[in-house]
C-alpha cells in the first residue's frame, strides 16, 4: 500500500523559497499523480499544485502561479514543490496526497494523504 509524507516545512521570511518534498513508500510513485494542498484555520482546503501520472502534466493554482515548480523524481520516489517570492498568505499546513486520476483527468481520486507539514511566512 502506498504511503506519503511530506518534509521541508518551517518558518520562511517574505520574499523567501520554500521547498517542499512528497516522498513514497510502499508502492512506486510512477502510476500516481501528486497533488499539493494547503490548509489555513477557518479556510477550507486550497489545491496549491498537482503532477499527472502520465507526461508529467502539470497544474498550479491562481494563487502560486508564476512562483511554484512541481516536479517529479522517479528515481527517488519524491516530487518536490517550490514556491519562490513567498507571502503572508502562502502560510498554512501543506499536504500532499497521491492518486490515480479518473480516465482523461490530469489529477484526482487522492487516496493516500501525507500527515502535512506547517509553513509558516513571517518575519
Known amino acids: 500500500q502506498l504511503a506519503v509524507a511530506e518534509s521541508g516545512g518551517g518558518l520562511v521570511h517574505p520574499g523567501g523559497s520554500l521547498s517542499l518534498s512528497c516522498a513514497a513508500s510502499?508502492?512506486?510513485?510512477?502510476?500516481?499523480?501528486i497533488g499539493w494542498f494547503r490548509q489555513v484555520p477557518g479556510k477550507e482546503r486550497e489545491g496549491v499544485s498537482c503532477?499527472?501520472?502520465?507526461?508529467?502534466?502539470?497544474f498550479y493554482a491562481d494563487s502560486v502561479k508564476g512562483r511554484a515548480t512541481i516536479k517529479r523524481d522517479d528515481t527517488k520516489e519524491t516530487v518536490h514543490l517550490e514556491i519562490n517570492s513567498l507571502k503572508s498568505e502562502d502560510t498554512g499546513i501543506y499536504y500532499c496526497?497521491?492518486?490515480?486520476?479518473?480516465?482523461?483527468?490530469?489529477?484526482?481520486?487522492?487516496?493516500?494523504w501525507g500527515p502535512g507539514v506547517q509553513v509558516t511566512v513571517s518575519t
Open positions: 510502499g508502492l512506486s510513485l510512477e502510476n500516481y499523480a
Open positions: 503532477i499527472s501520472n502520465s507526461y508529467d502534466q502539470t
Open positions: 496526497a497521491a492518486g490515480i486520476p479518473p480516465h482523461h483527468a490530469m489529477c484526482g481520486n487522492f487516496t493516500s
